[in-house]
């Protein structure tokens, strides 16, 4: 059974940055196109950014467009979240999960960003 691990989160002030990753214990993530999620105090979950691992191409939420970047590492099996110019607005739990046939959950790493 496939396990989502993410990390990297924490309490920043607005401005600041935040590097989030996932990693799946189990099961590779490739070749599947993997995004991720986040799910602010109150709200669903919604889509974030993601990634296909064949071709490697990417998309985003418009709110984030332009300050975040998703990637991969083959070797390490893990995909990664670097968040800049982080806004109050990005305060949520953050989760990561293959676009499609999706794998349980994980637990999701808590972002924060204060004013």
């Known amino acids: 059974q496939v396990q989502l691990v993410e990390s990297g989160g924490g309490l920043v002030q607005a401005g600041g940055s935040l590097r989030l990753s996932c990693a799946a214990s189990?099961?590779?993530?490739?070749?599947?196109?993997v995004a991720w999620f986040r799910q602010p105090p109150g709200k669903l979950r919604d889509f974030v950014a993601r990634?296909?691992?064949?071709?490697?191409?990417?998309a985003y939420a418009d709110s984030v467009k332009g300050r975040f970047t998703i990637s991969g590492d083959n070797a390490k099996n893990t995909v990664t979240l670097q968040m800049n110019s982080l806004q109050p607005a990005d305060t949520a739990v953050y989760y990561c999960?293959?676009?499609?046939?999706?794998?349980?959950w994980g637990q999701g790493t808590q972002v924060t960003v204060s004013s």
């Open positions: 990634m296909d691992w064949t071709g490697g191409n990417t």
């Open positions: 189990g099961r590779t993530f490739i070749p599947n196109a």
């Open positions: 999960n293959k676009v499609s046939n999706l794998w349980p």
